[in-house]
């Protein structure tokens, strides 16, 4: 198979607001020991994503499994970046794996905010992780009016046969936050 | 919302190979009238792939529905680009979004040379397109030992709720063409 380097048009370069570039790199030596402290750690940047007015209330992060430290983050960045499938845990894909230099996040967690949708929900056995681990119910994110789409009843039970570890939902109450300040500044529902 | 224009940042450009930009370009005049033409295409375009070896045997396109005319085009690169979510349909919704200039496809139709995975299945409705026609079934891709991943027996009936059309398999043994050549010349299974 032809090199990514042998094709001369690049479609699609994605914007990733600059703060959080500078949030990866000031958390690039924490350790995030165990699954609330890298979902609260979503949960964070999904509200700093909303105060900074660069996209909607949902942020994800992929983790090493070994060392617990932090390899890529990624916010929903749908309006604009104008592209449908912008949300947060695809961009954690892509930025992770950007990062690794390969198309398998073996050994690695995503970790988000909130359920993943359909889509995203699709994407995580082929990103490789082992594990997903989440903040928000899904319904929490319909309640303020986001759509999660049709993902079928056995998701969890799906995940399950290929050997991916699920935890969540996560950290009651305090995972809504992003939603609730959202609706309070009167965001865009998409 | 702040404009993308204000990121400093850009994570992921996606790699295209330059024959499709070829092979946009000298179809943008044509006029793909029915479902078949529009799937055909993008069969055609899977066949290309694995002759140029730049991806997997998935092509798909986005479409005008009141012309018939072309948009844009995408084919499966995920080993090339290293990122496992670059799936035809993906690249496809990417790239018309990104000539277009706006995230949602109103008035489109995505055509694909296969049944769509579960990501691309749950990013289909996020797209904003009308329909959705494919030619190959996904027993199809898994004869090959593809992966189509779980996404719920009831998903052509959750489109219908949405007011989204939905025809396939169409094309009958016509539709597998990429996948034996794919076979034949051992291309890689991921």
Same mark, same amino acid.
């Given at each position: 198979?032809? +090199?990514?380097?042998?094709?001369?048009?690049?479609?699609? !370069?994605?914007?990733?607001?600059?703060? =959080?570039?500078?949030? @990866?790199?000031?958390?690039?030596?924490?350790?995030?020991?165990?699954?609330?402290?890298?979902?609260?750690?979503?949960?964070?940047? /999904?509200? @700093?994503?909303?105060?900074?007015?660069?996209?909607?209330?949902?942020?994800?992060?992929?983790?090493? =499994?070994?060392?617990?430290?932090?390899? /890529?983050?990624?916010?929903?960045?749908?309006?604009?970046?104008?592209?449908?499938?912008?949300?947060? @845990?695809?961009?954690?894909?892509?930025?992770?794996?950007?990062?690794?230099?390969?198309?398998?996040?073996?050994? &690695?967690?995503?970790?988000?905010? &909130? +359920? !993943? &949708? /359909?889509? &995203?929900?699709?994407?995580?056995?082929?990103?490789?992780?082992? @594990?997903?681990?989440?903040?928000?119910?899904?319904?929490?994110?319909?309640?303020?009016?986001?759509?999660?789409?049709?993902?079928?009843?056995?998701?969890?039970?799906?995940?399950?046969?290929?050997?991916?570890?699920?935890?969540?939902?996560? =950290?009651?109450?305090?995972?809504?936050?992003?939603?609730?300040?959202?609706?309070?500044?009167?965001?865009?529902?998409?």
């Amino acid at each position: 198979m032809k +090199e990514a380097a042998d094709y001369p048009f690049l479609v699609n !370069p994605i914007p990733m607001p600059s703060w =959080l570039v500078t949030e @990866e790199n000031e958390n690039a030596d924490r350790v995030f020991a165990g699954d609330e402290a890298k979902v609260r750690f979503t949960v964070e940047l /999904a509200m @700093e994503n909303v105060r900074h007015e660069t996209g909607g209330p949902f942020a994800a992060a992929i983790f090493d =499994l070994r060392t617990d430290r932090l390899i /890529a983050a990624g916010v929903n960045v749908v309006v604009p970046s104008k592209q449908s499938w912008a949300h947060a @845990e695809m961009i954690a894909f892509a930025h992770a794996q950007n990062k690794l230099g390969r198309g398998s996040l073996e050994g &690695c967690v995503l970790a988000s905010s &909130c +359920e !993943p &949708c /359909a889509m &995203c929900n699709g994407a995580t056995p082929w990103s490789g992780v082992e @594990e997903l681990i989440y903040g928000a119910t899904g319904d929490m994110a319909e309640s303020v009016g986001f759509d999660e789409g049709y993902k079928g009843a056995q998701w969890k039970e799906a995940f399950a046969r290929r050997g991916i570890r699920v935890a969540g939902p996560l =950290l009651g109450e305090d995972a809504f936050a992003p939603f609730a300040l959202y609706r309070q500044k009167n965001g865009k529902i998409y």
